[in-house]
């Protein structure tokens, strides 16, 4: 069955030292997006990808890379990782004709000390 | 700007009891406005709603859209404990697949 996963599920990390969040997804999809979630923001996008070698900022993506070298893959790079980088953070999918519809994966917690 | 606003931002009621939940928007260009359960991981897809008036419904859960007043709608009724989740709307905003989500409302079922 196709799905979306993430890795690591956990982490822990310090100020200032960079962080790569994966997201692999096998749906074949075009679109990929990277979201996190903190207390009464809901979601809320940092990047986002409509097909290899294109990528776009979102909402909230400074501290925030990410690149596309193949459909499968999108990671998320946090250069220089600060406190306030403390979240969740979601990948999704959704494919050209899925007319918007996203499929989520499962989700990584990041606390940064 | 763009903008998703849910309410209420919290709900606790019993079970058997019938919820309605809030969405507002304003967007440009709007397409579809989408709702999402999400439980303890990733949100999980519940409708799709591109027309106004049209219910979706799948099973206790049901949700309209009003193009003209700009706000849908997700009714839950006969509420389980199963239930108690966060339920998000979103709407693509700008290109095509750029979604703004809503802040969630968290629903809480009692037994």
């Known amino acids: ?113 | 700007e763009d903008k998703v606003v849910q309410s209420p931002l919290s709900l606790v009621v019993h079970e058997g009891d019938t919820v309605t939940l809030n969405c507002s928007y304003e967007v440009t260009n709007f397409r579809s406005l989408l709702w999402y359960k999400q439980e303890k991981k990733a949100p999980t897809f519940l409708f799709m709603l591109t027309s106004s008036g049209i219910e979706k419904k799948s099973g206790r859960l049901s949700s309209i859209l009003d193009k003209k007043e700009l706000f849908s709608i997700l009714n839950i009724t006969a509420t389980q404990t199963g239930d108690s989740a966060v339920y998000l709307c979103a709407t693509p905003v700008g290109n095509n697949n750029d979604m703004r989500f809503g802040a969630g409302t968290r629903l809480t079922v009692k037994p």
């Open chain 1, 1 to 113: 069955d196709a799905e979306i996963t993430q890795s690591p599920r956990h982490k822990i990390t310090e100020t200032g030292r960079q962080v790569t969040l994966a997201c692999h997804q096998t749906w074949n999809h075009n679109n990929m997006f990277w979201y996190r979630q903190d207390l009464g923001h809901g979601l809320r996008l940092i990047h986002y990808s409509y097909g290899v070698q294109d990528t776009n900022k979102g909402e909230v993506s400074d501290g925030y890379s990410v690149s596309r070298s193949n459909t499968e893959d999108l990671p998320l790079t946090l250069e220089s990782a600060a406190s306030s980088q403390t979240s969740v953070y979601f990948c999704a999918s959704s494919g050209l004709a899925s007319y918007n519809e996203q499929f989520f994966g499962p989700g990584t917690r990041l606390t940064v000390l």
